[in-house]
């Protein structure tokens, strides 16, 4: 089993984190990038500090990972190279803060990405996910086959069929987008017009609003492959698709 490093790499901080979850979007603390839902934060009340879960306590090293495997990555609290001169190889977007730097020095990971799971599946479906490196499909928010920063590409989530995309960093965006616009809730309560904007936010050139049960079906397919990506990059599905999926019950 790796050994992890102790949680002491927190230059100025002295309060222990605890463990949490976020109900609003956050700025990590350790990498400097956006965050939802499980994390670590100061219990003290006067105190925003809040770090990913993987940068509370992170490998030293990574030596088995699922795309890159002929690298053996090493944990950094600051870019050997300087703050943004790196670019993450999995959501294409600078690093400022805490990262992995392959040995060859010509791949970095954000530690959330890192530990990104290769594959995610729902237990009441047969679909399945994939983190992939080339992509035969257009990413369902930007509608491009690729989201490049220089010439790092970035991966992306991609159906079992090979039909559906989603690039790590559109889908980010694509949630704040809607945390920020009042579309995500955290319960039960979305009305049909908050849901259906929230969906066409996340793939607006796959949303038709028509009653036809093909439309319908395609939507339903769309949702559940969604859920699947939200559940992957962040761990928690924030009622997404279930909110969703009670709309198109109704």
């Given at each position: 089993m790796p050994t992890l490093l102790k949680p002491t790499h927190f230059d100025g901080h002295?309060?222990?984190?605890?463990p949490a979850k976020s109900e609003a979007p956050f700025s990590c603390d350790g990498c400097k990038e956006l965050g939802f839902g499980?994390?670590?934060?100061?219990?003290?009340?006067?105190?925003?500090y809040i770090v990913h879960t993987?940068?509370?306590?992170?490998?030293?090293?990574?030596s088995s990972h699922q795309i890159f495997k002929r690298c053996n990555f090493k944990f950094h609290k600051e870019s050997p190279t300087g703050p943004g001169t790196r670019i993450c190889d999995v959501c294409a977007s600078d690093i400022h803060g805490f990262s992995y730097q392959c040995s060859h020095g010509n791949l970095d990971l954000h530690p959330h990405c890192a530990n990104l799971p290769p594959a995610n599946s729902l237990?009441?479906?047969d679909t399945k996910i994939y983190l992939c490196e080339?992509?035969?499909?257009?990413?369902?928010?930007?509608?491009?086959?690729?989201?490049?920063?220089?010439?790092?590409q970035g991966l992306s989530y991609v159906s079992s069929d090979g039909k559906l995309c989603y690039h790590v960093a559109c889908l980010t965006e694509a949630h704040v987008e809607n945390w920020r616009n009042g579309h995500l809730k955290l319960d039960f309560s979305c009305n049909e017009e908050s849901s259906s904007l929230e969906l066409q936010n996340?793939?607006?050139?796959?949303?038709?609003?028509?009653?036809?049960?093909?439309?319908?079906?395609?939507?339903?397919?769309?949702?559940?492959?969604?859920?699947?990506v939200v559940s992957a990059l962040f761990g928690d599905h924030f009622t997404?698709?279930?909110?969703?999926?009670?709309?198109?019950?109704?």
């Open positions: 002295r309060h222990e984190l605890v499980p994390c670590y934060r100061c219990p003290n009340t006067n105190c925003d993987e940068c509370y306590i992170p490998l030293p090293t990574i237990p009441d479906s080339k992509i035969k499909s257009r990413c369902l928010k930007c509608n491009s086959k690729k989201r490049s920063c220089g010439k790092v996340l793939a607006p050139n796959q949303v038709a609003r028509t009653q036809n049960s093909k439309a319908m079906k395609r939507i339903k397919w769309l949702i559940t492959f969604l859920k699947l997404l698709v279930s909110t969703l999926f009670q709309f198109l019950k109704n």
